[in-house]
């Protein structure tokens, strides 16, 4: 998956603690998707944002979580007093300038909560 | 909300045999994407649907839109080891701000 950069690959919290995931997209691409993957299922949409804008966070819990992608920089998923449910792997993915382009992915950083 | 329900939910098949599976929605979708994602890593996208109808090929793999815009399938042919993972579907609507929705996954085990 060279060009999507996730970091960290894996994050270990224990809970109430604040968890930051960062997100690089690849070179040209100024759309940027997170989703959330628990074991044996599928990708969940979280938020979609452009620069410095929210496009669609329909799929983010209303509290704790929190998304941005600023004028520079990555783009970071927030998750504050995280719980044990909160344990999953996210995904950031990139597309270039259309919503509707293929959407590539980053390898993801795995959150354990103790 | 919307679903896909993509089946199999696993294969088990012999090294050289071909594959088949295949994803079903109740919306209408205006791009299908397949991907496939291997243990502690991302999804690799491997083919993009665009059109009714479209049938696009990617070395030994083949995927169809289907005409009702509900459904698509894979095909892989002359399967190797290295195809083992994890294959989703994934659709695109319109009007929707580039959420994709996915499907369950199916696993394949290949064995040589």
């Known amino acids: 998956n060279a060009g999507v950069m996730q970091n960290p690959r894996h994050l270990v919290r224990r809970r109430g603690q604040e968890a930051r995931l960062r997100c690089s997209p690849m070179?040209?691409?100024?759309?940027v998707y997170w989703y959330r993957q628990l074991p044996e299922e599928g990708l969940k949409f979280m938020v979609y944002?452009?620069?410095?804008?929210?496009?669609?966070e329909s799929g983010m819990p209303k509290e704790r979580f929190s998304a941005e992608f600023p004028k520079e920089g990555p783009s970071i998923l927030r998750i504050q007093q995280v719980v044990r449910g909160d344990s999953a792997a996210y995904f950031c993915?990139?597309?270039?300038?259309?919503?509707?382009?293929?959407?590539?992915f980053g390898d993801g950083t795995r959150l354990s909560i103790l | 909300g919307q679903q896909l329900n993509q089946s199999p939910q696993s294969m088990f098949i012999q090294e050289g045999e071909d594959v088949s599976m295949n994803c079903t929605s109740s919306?209408?979708?205006?791009?299908w994407l397949w991907y496939k994602q291997d243990p502690g890593e991302g999804p690799v996208l491997l083919i993009a649907?665009?059109?009714?109808?479209e049938l696009t090929s990617n070395g030994r793999l083949t995927a169809q839109f289907g005409i009702t815009r509900k459904d698509s399938f894979l095909n892989i042919s002359a399967s190797i080891p290295s195809d083992v993972g994890i294959y989703f579907c994934?659709?695109?609507?319109?009007?929707?701000?580039?959420?994709?929705?996915f499907g369950q996954g199916t696993t394949l085990q290949v064995k040589p």
């Open positions: 070179k040209g691409h100024s759309h």
């Open positions: 649907l665009y059109k009714a109808g």
């Open positions: 919306s209408i979708f205006n791009t």
């Open positions: 993915a990139s597309s270039p300038d259309s919503a509707n382009q293929p959407q590539h």
């Open positions: 994934a659709g695109l609507y319109s009007g929707n701000t580039g959420k994709l929705i």
């Open positions: 944002l452009q620069k410095e804008n929210i496009i669609d």
